[in-house]
């Protein structure tokens, strides 16, 4: 699997747009970019997932870069519950089982929103 | 709309004693997961279970066993606790196939060993 960096943690203003940058310099043509985030201690949750194309659903809107070597998770209007830390990873997508399907979560980014 | 459901949410155990974690999913799901998640750290894959009947080990499997009890139910059993397995567990599960890589996880078992 690919590895990814991000930022240790950011500050985000309440109401305003929190973008959270991922480098995966070294991502395969068939790995996907994943985000998850985990609010204090409680079990990780899905955001967005995405290959080349920007994606957006009701969380979140991911923008890859053209040669797919970083990306950045938009969250447009963030809230103090947003306050989380942040996983940026990448993976194959497939039918896999198993441990072939295992997510592997580094450290993240810890977003704090302030008021 | 329960998801993957963990039990118990917090338990206290003292060196040597044996205890289970128990996991349901409630949404058909072939593949389920033990992960444990240390202060400041991220999670670490225990074992997985491909399908129903199947198990196997993760990244850090010494000391744990499960059981997959049936389609549902992912059991993470300790035989004789250690401080050092002092954690956050959680359960997670995933549909093989269409839905690709998104893993569900429960609300996590805070367990002290002491």
């Known amino acids: 699997d690919a590895k990814t960096t991000q930022p240790t943690s950011m500050d985000c203003a309440e109401g305003r747009a929190a973008n959270l940058p991922c480098n995966h310099s070294?991502?395969?043509?068939?790995?996907?970019v994943y985000w998850y985030r985990q609010i204090h201690s409680q079990g990780p949750q899905y955001i967005i997932h995405?290959?080349?194309n920007n994606e957006t659903n009701e969380m979140a809107s991911l923008i890859i870069t053209e040669d797919r070597k970083s990306s950045t998770l938009i969250l447009p209007h963030a809230t103090l519950r947003d306050t989380a830390v942040y996983y940026c990873?990448?993976?194959?997508?497939?039918?896999?089982?198993?441990?072939?399907?295992?997510?592997?979560f580094g450290k993240g980014t810890k977003l704090s929103v302030k008021p | 709309n329960a998801g993957v459901t963990q039990t118990p949410k917090f338990q206290v155990l003292k060196t040597g004693q044996s205890m289970t974690l128990q996991c349901a999913q409630d949404?058909?799901?072939?593949?389920m997961y033990w992960y444990r998640q240390d202060p400041g750290m991220g999670l670490r894959l225990i074992y997985y279970?491909?399908?129903?009947?199947?198990?196997d080990k993760g990244e850090v499997p010494n000391g744990y066993n499960v059981s997959r009890l049936n389609k549902r139910e992912f059991s993470l059993r300790l035989e004789s606790a250690a401080p050092s397995q002092t954690s956050v567990y959680f359960c997670?599960?995933?549909?093989?196939?269409?839905?690709?890589?998104?893993?569900?996880f429960g609300e996590g078992s805070w367990l002290t060993v002491v």
């Open positions: 990873i990448v993976r194959v997508f497939g039918n896999y089982g198993g441990s072939q399907g295992n997510l592997i």
């Open positions: 997670a599960s995933r549909l093989s196939g269409g839905s690709g890589n998104t893993i569900y």
């Open positions: 279970s491909a399908s129903e009947g199947t198990t």
């Open positions: 070294t991502i395969s043509g068939n790995e996907y």
């Open positions: 949404m058909n799901h072939n593949s």
């Open positions: 995405g290959l080349k």
